[in-house]
């Protein structure tokens, strides 16, 4: 949503939080430039069980922290 809080799914008795903050767009390697996500994990995560959902998050975390670190050495701004 707007406010960047994160959204969640349920299947079954459990909870997992997605990666997802309603900033959904697909980049040209298929990549949410919002969350991290690949275009498989979106469509995939309902049917995900918790560990699936779980190692998806982090994958997508990391693949997110990568592009904005890619991001901010492109536009030449360092770590002072």
Request: proline share 2%; hydrophobic share 25%.
């Amino acid at each position: 949503n707007r406010f960047g809080q994160r959204k969640i799914y349920q299947k079954g008795p459990s909870l997992s939080k997605s990666p997802c903050i309603g900033h959904c767009a697909l980049n040209q390697q298929q990549i949410c430039v919002g969350c991290g996500m690949t275009r498989s994990e979106i469509s995939n995560w309902r049917n995900m069980d918790e560990k699936e959902k779980e190692e998806a998050a982090l994958c997508a975390e990391n693949r997110f922290r990568a592009a904005k670190l890619q991001m901010r050495d492109s536009c030449g701004e360092d770590d002072k």
